[in-house]
């Protein structure tokens, strides 16, 4: 299965389309614990939940789909996304954690250097909610 981000949500301009990602993909709720201290040196702990999930997405992708990925974060990154993931789950997401980590990881043996024989790592952190 694979991976879609459609951009901007709500009227989709582009879409690209990822294979599936690392097995080091989390999600985890974004609550905040805010600690208070009374008078008399107790604690009050105050938890806000939210429907919101911070998204860990990691992708490994060719030379040429690296150059397309950076210019779709280029292009809509101040914009919520559309996320389609690999177990169909649909998401309304906003880029956070800047700047965005991109490292070149291994070689391929594909003996065309023209379209690239370097694989490239993107790690994104997306603030999210569950659309479907």
Known sequence: ????????????????????????????PESRVQIKRRMTGGAILYKRSSDRELLNLRYVVSRMKAIEL????????????????????VWRAKLVGEPIKQSATSKRDSGNAATGDEDTQFDFQFSAIKVS
């Open 1 to 28: 299965m694979t991976n879609f981000f459609k951009a901007p949500y709500g009227r989709v301009v582009v879409t690209s389309v990822l294979p599936d990602g690392e097995f080091s993909n989390s999600r985890s």
């Open 70 to 89: 950076s210019q779709f974060i280029a292009a809509f990154q101040a914009h919520e996304w559309e996320l389609v993931l690999h177990d169909e789950s």
